[in-house]
């Protein structure tokens, strides 16, 4: 399916200027896998592109943000495509429409990061967008991702993280409650437990995945990427408390920039959209030097 999308754009063009932003949904494979993905393209392809990876229990659009009736990711998309960028948002395997060959109880840490390096190698093949030019957004659990995606390649020009887990077990016992995550750990790697979110959704993961809070380290996954890094976190976040940016800084060796701002962990995107797109725009700007 193919959508074009009209959207004002300011700056070196008349205000009155219409860039023509087109989305194309696609299908890749990630270990013999069908992932289901969202293609952005600005006018002038072949663009830079930025791989976005979304959250836990999220999905390639993310969050919807009810007052402008985007989502999240969708917005980021957009915006990006006007700075010039073109993007795949991805469902990793198990979520959004991504759903055909993996249950989401089956979703791991490495599940993901498989995806994630699949999508790069998708699109270095790709020649609508310069493969030479690829950059990677990864938020809340998307963000230890790409860690991993980063560290395990050392391939992108640039990483930016935001509010991005880096210490695993405490987070996620934050989000689950500690009892939940200690009975998911406890319990054999295929066996499935089922829980509700504090937002109301229903939820089935296995052990495997409980496992792996203790096993996988986005830490040391970013000690081995010497590439430029962005860490993005927000003073209000209670989802990833503030101190994950700073172990995720600590670990990375190289060039690297901190992005902060009074926000919780959606960025402020149910009230005010105007953190979030301060935020792309900083992303953006990050990538733009690099």
């Known amino acids: 399916m193919i959508r074009t999308i009209a959207t004002l754009t300011l700056g070196l063009l008349p205000v009155a ?7 194309t949904d696609v299908t890749f494979q990630s270990d013999g896998q069908d992932v289901i993905a969202t293609l952005a393209l600005p006018e002038g392809a072949p663009a830079p592109v930025v791989l976005l990876l979304h959250g836990f229990s999220g999905s390639r ?110 987070v996620y016992s934050g989000i689950l409650g500690t009892s939940m995550v200690e009975e998911g750990r406890a319990i054999a790697g295929d066996e499935n437990v089922s829980m509700t979110l504090p937002w109301g959704a229903e939820l089935v993961l296995n052990g495997t995945f409980f496992q792996s809070l203790a096993t996988y380290s986005p830490t040391e996954e970013i000690a081995a990427y010497d590439g430029p890094l962005f860490v993005a976190q927000g003073s209000l976040d209670t989802t990833v408390p503030p101190g994950n940016a700073d172990l995720l800084l600590e670990a990375h060796e190289g060039e690297e920039d901190f992005w902060g701002a009074e926000m919780d962990h959606v960025f402020n995107a149910f009230s005010t959209v105007d953190t979030l797109d301060e935020m792309v725009a900083a992303t953006a700007a990050y990538f733009d030097a690099h």
Do not use: C
């Not at 991702?145 to 390649?153: N, P």
């Open 61 to 170: 659009d993310e969050v919807m943000i009810e007052s402008v009736g985007e989502g999240i990711f969708e917005r980021t998309a957009r915006l990006l495509a006007e700075d010039g960028y073109a993007s795949l948002r991805i469902d990793f395997r198990g979520s959004g429409d991504s759903i055909a060959d993996m249950s989401y109880a089956e979703t791991t840490f490495e599940t993901q990061v498989a995806d994630a390096l699949a999508a790069m190698d998708y699109l270095e093949g790709l020649d609508e967008v310069s493969g030479e030019d690829l950059y990677i957004i990864g938020w809340s659990q998307g963000g230890a991702v790409a860690t991993g995606a980063a560290g395990r390649s050392n391939t992108p020009d640039a990483v930016a993280l935001w509010a991005a887990v880096a210490d695993p077990v405490p």
């Open 17 to 23: 200027a219409l860039a023509q932003v087109t989305e």
